[in-house]
């Protein structure tokens, strides 16, 4: 009988309307490596941030060896045996080795409010030795160091207190193969001590073959537990992406030719360290979909098109052989552009509806030729565009701020209808949106390709790209691996099979 | 070149200051080599820097963890005047300068903190208002006329007491930059706040403490600055301003070289090197307009030179 380390108990956890974990239900046991998979969105992360206290818990439980937890954040939650390694960056610039691996744990070496550094300094080189990572020194600052050495650190940090539960959370696409060897031997490690380890991958051979069990999550809820010894990798894809889709709110044609003329090509570009020499073409009237894990560079190319990334090398060239170096000229010739990151690069939150949608057009809405606003030409402009995109708003004085996240994907998108965009680059147009504001943009997106607009639209949501595309490009670890006409023979598992 | 990349960072950093020290001398050297930069003469510059090298100090602890205080004038002057009446009116001597001083400095420290955090509005907003109330402050105290500090407690104007002040000053910040938690929480906040309080670090606690830091360091340099020009005059309309500049400058040095981790030593050879041009223009004789343009765009060079911007960073 297997002795259960962790008991997960209806645990529910809502950011606004979205329903991130619904009531999920199961155990972990001791000396396991416990793998959490599931799409992007399934829930996986804000579970085990929830365990490790990056998250407060909204409903539910934690149950860690019969008793009861509520980690108020890291360090509390390190003070009951559970330590976490993330997917990003993890440790603090401006910090030594030693402070990073000891941060929040000071007290052991203050002496009367000043702290022994070369004591502390002592332990973490003698950690980093045991660990084999001799190289790495512990007085010297953590940024003298590379993204995969910075990992490493972040090993030690988490594990040196030998914890209960360690959270490794899509750490190993970080890592190169030697790193992630690192990474499997301290796994192995955890468990030959008696300890716990929950893994999260989306590389399902590596889950397969490292861990004991896996657990699937999918859209917030609980699917099954199963032993890794017992289900083959196509299994495991079934389980993750076995949804029925309900509702018919994609598009529903099929074999419909799409027009030869090109509207822009993208030849050899590169982004040093996100993508590598992709090429494709964008015809007139097309919805061109890109998939792949979240790392894999799709989002890079986005911004490659926009002139929006930084060393960009290759072209971006229009029909008319305009080159498209900088996001001036990209907005200059009618093409558009929303981010992933909606907040932060989108939208300008803290002013109105009407100037968000306004931005980009200011220079159309001026008394005659002259540089003043004519400010009733503006409010019209806003006014027209946000009740054609149907924004719920009280006026277009309202600021933006006090939008849901689908009124706030539509002023984005009203802002590029206004523009009179001609090519629309959509980076995770439906992220966070609830289901009717989801199919008033794909709505949207039909109208716009019947208009004879071209929109590249990049997603992590396999069904909406199968479902709205023409054709869907895959890339995996920054570069093309493969290409899928639309047809309804497409399923979520012919685009896995490129993506892993 | 591939041999100046082997070095320690550390060195490196020592390297590109004493070249600037080196350089700034060497130009002004040049231009007027008969009444500039004798050995004597950068005694006397360098006694002059350590004045704004205390507060330069202090308020590293503030601008690291990505705040500002634009109160750093009407701080000086208030615990300047404050200090002076003590040591003077009350006769507490040399306890009533330094205490006094350095009191009000830390309660103004604390008043910026602890406002910063309750309203929760932007650190430069709130110390701009409130230097507005601790300027009127001293001017009521010193009821409109100027305190002098009488000759027999000038002692840390000159030789060895601004040294022994200003060393103590050092030594208090180097300890705790690298010896305390309170040092390396600094540092925490200043690169990541959320991921800083998700390691249970009281984050608006050690913003306080860093406010009420920097401020007893304003407030040391307050002594200096009186003993050194012997007495203080309360000004108001923000006119106090003017004595935030040099101060801010050392600090940005100090955040220049903090990737060769000698932030403290950067701030003190920084402000070295303001001195340096301050009086180079002066033996030239040059008109304070062009002294300041110059100056100016001086500095904004070697920042500019020694601060290295990722692609995509965003700059404020």
Request: glycine content about 10%; aromatic content about 10%.
């Amino acid at each position: 009988m297997d002795e259960v380390r962790l008991q997960v108990s209806h645990m529910i956890k809502n950011f606004g309307i979205t329903k991130a974990l619904k009531d999920v239900s199961f155990n972990i046991n001791k000396g396991e490596v416990h793998a959490l998979i599931g799409e992007n969105g399934s829930g996986k992360s804000t579970l085990t941030n929830m365990l490790c206290g990056i998250y407060p818990i909204d409903s539910g439980t934690f149950t860690l060896d019969g008793v009861e937890i509520h980690p108020k954040n890291q360090v509390d939650a390190n003070n009951h045996g559970v330590s976490i390694i993330v997917q990003e960056l993890g440790t603090l610039s401006g910090l030594t080795v030693a402070e990073n691996i000891f941060l929040g744990h000071e007290e052991r070496f203050i002496t009367a409010g000043f702290r022994n550094t070369n004591a502390m300094n002592a332990e973490a080189n003698r950690l980093l030795k045991e660990y084999g990572f001799d190289r790495i020194k512990a007085s010297s600052l953590v940024d003298d160091y590379n993204f995969e050495d910075r990992k490493l650190i972040e090993i030690v940090k988490a594990t040196y207190f030998k914890p209960k539960i360690v959270v490794i959370d899509e750490t190993t696409t970080a890592l190169s193969q030697e790193g992630r060897e690192e990474l499997y031997k301290h796994m192995d490690r955890i468990r030959a001590e008696g300890n716990t380890v929950i893994f999260i991958s989306h590389d399902l051979p590596e889950v397969l073959a490292k861990s004991d069990t896996i657990t699937v999550l999918r859209d917030g809820e609980y699917i099954t537990t199963v032993k890794s010894a017992d289900i083959t990798e196509d299994d495991l894809k079934k389980l993750m992406v076995g949804r029925e889709v309900t509702g018919n709110y994609y598009r529903a044609d099929y074999g419909e030719e799409v027009s030869q003329e090109v509207v822009l090509k993208v030849k050899n570009v590169t982004v040093p360290g996100k993508i590598e020499d992709v090429s494709f073409e964008l015809h007139k009237g097309e919805i061109l979909g890109f998939g792949g894990l979240s790392e894999s560079g799709m989002h890079e190319v986005g911004k490659a098109i926009f002139g929006a990334s930084y060393g960009r090398q290759g072209q971006v060239e229009l029909a008319d052989g305009t080159q498209i170096n900088d996001i001036q000229t990209a907005i200059r010739h009618s093409i558009a552009y929303t981010s992933k990151d909606r907040d932060n690069e989108s939208v300008v939150i803290n002013q109105s509806i009407g100037d968000n949608i306004a931005l980009p057009s200011l220079s159309h809405l001026t008394y005659g030729k002259s540089m003043f606003l004519d400010w009733s030409k503006v409010r019209t402009f806003a006014d027209k565009f946000a009740k054609e995109m149907s924004v719920k708003m009280v006026n277009t004085e309202q600021f933006v701020s006090e939008l849901s996240g689908g009124n706030k994907q539509k002023v984005v998108l009203a802002r590029w209808i206004g523009r009179g965009s001609d090519i629309v680059v959509l980076d995770s147009p439906t992220r966070g949106i609830d289901i009717k504001v989801k199919q008033d943009i794909y709505q949207l997106m039909d109208r716009m390709r019947k208009e004879g607009k071209s929109i590249i639209m990049i997603s992590e949501e396999l069904m909406e790209l199968i479902g709205m595309c023409d054709r869907i490009i895959i890339l995996k670890d920054g570069k093309l691996n493969g290409e899928i006409s639309r047809s309804q023979e497409v399923n979520e598992n012919s685009l896995i099979s490129m993506m892993v | 070149m591939n041999g100046f990349n082997q070095l320690s960072g550390a060195t490196k950093g020592y390297i590109v200051l004493i070249s600037l020290v080196f350089l700034s001398w060497a130009v002004f050297k040049f231009l007027t080599p008969d009444n500039f930069g004798s050995y004597n003469n950068l005694i006397s510059y360098f006694q002059a820097s350590l004045i704004a090298t205390v507060g330069a100090i202090g308020f590293y602890f503030v601008m690291d963890m990505g705040m500002f205080d634009f109160s750093i004038g009407a701080n000086i002057i208030l615990s300047a005047i404050i200090g002076c009446q003590l040591a003077n009116q009350f006769e507490l001597g040399y306890f009533g300068l330094i205490f006094g001083s350095i009191a009000t400095g830390a309660l103004v420290g604390l008043c910026n903190g602890y406002f910063y955090v309750k309203l929760r509005i932007p650190s430069m907003i709130v110390t701009a208002g409130l230097a507005l109330i601790y300027e009127s402050i001293a001017n009521y105290m010193a009821g409109g006329v100027e305190q002098t500090l009488p000759s027999d407690l000038r002692a840390f104007g000159q030789m060895p007491g601004n040294i022994i002040l200003a060393f103590i000053t050092f030594i208090i910040a180097y300890l705790v930059l690298n010896y305390t938690k309170f040092g390396t929480y600094t540092y925490a906040i200043g690169s990541d706040e959320f991921v800083a309080k998700n390691m249970g670090i009281n984050v608006d606690k050690y913003k306080v403490l860093a406010f009420i830091l920097s401020g007893a360091f304003f407030g040391a340099m307050a002594v200096l600055t009186i003993s050194y020009g012997s007495s203080m005059v309360a000004v108001t309309g923000m006119a106090s301003m003017s004595r935030n500049f040099i101060p801010t400058m050392g600090c940005f040095f100090g955040l220049a070289f903090m990737k060769y981790g000698i932030p403290l030593q950067a701030i003190i050879l920084g402000e070295f090197i303001v001195n340096i041009i301050f009086f180079g223009f002066i033996s030239l004789g040059a008109p304070t307009a062009i002294q300041d343009v110059i100056t100016g765009l001086a500095l904004l060079i070697i920042i500019t030179l020694t601060t290295k911007v990722n692609p995509g960073e965003i700059v404020k």
